[in-house]
């Protein structure tokens, strides 16, 4: 099989790598790449914003399957002109990925489907959105309807916060994006990343992941994309797991059929662990970076077979293998990340660190002549297994010691959590 995977990020080094370890992968292309996927992959540079130019690229080189990895091209419907193309594509349908592309969208489907979320109102226009923080009072939540790269949301612990929050959103902040805001009711808990396949129909669970979106150890600083991911979060005990399951996934999966629009590909669920039971903090409509990491890492089954039955519609009875072992991944970020990071700054020492418990996905780098150079902010994901998430962890960061970088950083404090858990 012949197949094309659309991405440059740390997630699809870490798709493309699982990909390619099945025994059907006879060719793999990577649009655009990074570095990390130049070794076993060909990079293609191409506009994924122009769906026409993808589907002659993968035309010419007789693709048979795309695998759409980031957000923004399943939200721009890559994915249904890909398949209108003809071609087998895994990754949702615009109106699909709204789920993503729209937070009020999840949030009135939550009402249709009866999906335990955070109470929230839905605003247009900065007085009343102003009336409402003010009648409800901090903490509270403000967030951008649309995609913002992460950086929409507001965790307001002050009226003061709240109300800059808001201001900020309707002065344009967020482009059009902030043109609707949805505030909500601040949820007290530990957060856990579900990840699920649809066919639209079937749901298959996968491992649940925890990640850090704070930029500095102890969960302090602005969020990032994520600083470092564990698998599996010890929060999500199969009881919750399964009440994620039957109250928040499965209701979504089928209000999304009934509504004529099935939803299909990898549905990410952040989830907040209440003391009232699990709640629906948002839905991603792809895997998590870098919680994609590391379930790769602990996927013992065929991905490719995974992804394709997703496309195809045949989840019915499949269930993927993990092993039992953890994995952690800590990210190498750029300086200045995630507000200035610096690019070109060079890496020495991330070659030659791979092995069966250890991974070194690439994010943002490339290769120019025989140098890896940093290219954005998020750089490397040293992603590493180990039988808890402590040996996971004591490997990732003897591999990440190993890595001569003076440019780059990262948090030092990666699955503290389960680690304190697991010394008990
Ligand atoms: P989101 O982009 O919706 O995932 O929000 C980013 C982060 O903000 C989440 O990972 C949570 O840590 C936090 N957050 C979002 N909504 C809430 C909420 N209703 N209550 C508490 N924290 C939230
Ligand atoms: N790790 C968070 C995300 O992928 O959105």
């Given at each position: 099989m012949r197949i094309l995977v659309i991405g440059s990020g740390g997630r699809e080094h870490a798709l493309a790598w699982a990909i390619a370890r099945?025994?059907?992968?006879?060719k793999l292309f990577v649009m655009p790449g990074n570095g990390g996927t130049a070794a076993f992959a060909e990079n293609v540079i191409c506009d994924i914003t122009d769906h026409q130019a993808v589907i002659d690229f993968a035309r010419r080189k007789a693709v048979d399957f795309v695998v759409i990895g980031p957000d923004a091209p399943a939200v721009a419907g890559l994915g249904d002109d890909v398949r209108a193309a003809g071609l087998l594509c895994f990754g949702p349908s615009r109106a699909a990925a709204q789920l993503e592309g729209s937070k009020a969208f999840t949030k009135a489907l939550c009402d249709e489907a009866g999906v335990p979320t955070a109470a929230y109102g839905r605003f247009e226009a900065e007085v009343p959105a102003l009336a409402f923080v003010r009648e409800r009072g901090a903490p509270i939540v403000i967030k951008a309807?649309?995609?913002?790269?992460?950086?929409?949301v507001t965790v307001a612990m002050t009226l003061a916060e709240a109300e800059d929050a808001v201001r900020d959103c309707f002065s344009g902040a967020f482009g059009a994006s902030g043109s609707r805001v949805v505030i909500e009711e601040y949820l007290e808990g530990e957060e856990a990343s579900i990840f699920a396949l649809s066919d639209g129909e079937n749901v298959v669970m996968l491992p649940s992941a925890q990640d850090h979106?704070?930029?500095?150890?102890?969960?302090?600083g602005p969020n990032t994309g994520g600083m470092g991911a564990y698998s599996p979060?010890?929060?999500?005990?199969p009881e919750l797991t399964a009440r994620v399951e039957n109250e928040i996934i499965g209701p979504s999966i089928r209000r999304m059929a009934e509504r004529g629009t099935p939803f299909t590909g990898v549905l990410y669920a952040g989830i907040m662990v209440t003391s009232s039971g699990p709640k629906l903090i948002e839905y991603n409509v792809r895997f998590g970076d870098p919680e994609c990491q590391v379930l790769m890492l602990r996927l013992k089954s065929d991905a490719l077979e995974m992804l394709e039955r997703t496309a195809r519609g045949q989840l019915a009875g499949y269930r993927p293998e993990f092993g039992d072992d953890a994995a952690l991944t800590v990210v190498l970020a750029t300086r200045g990340y995630p507000v200035d990071p610096g690019r070109g700054s060079e890496i020495v020492g991330?070659?030659?660190?791979?092995g069966p418990d250890l991974m070194v996905f690439h994010a943002g780098t490339m290769r120019v002549g025989g140098r890896l150079l940093a290219n954005g902010g998020r750089v490397l994901n040293v992603t590493a297994l180990g039988a808890t998430v402590t040996e996971a962890q004591a490997r990732a960061y003897a591999a990440v010691d190993r890595i001569d970088w003076p440019e780059g950083f990262c948090r030092r404090d990666i699955g503290w959590r389960a680690v304190e858990r697991e010394r008990g």
């Open positions: 099945s025994e059907r992968c006879d309807d649309g995609l913002a790269a992460g950086k929409g979106k704070r930029v500095w150890d102890g969960d302090r979060a010890p929060v999500m005990t991330a070659d030659g660190l791979d």
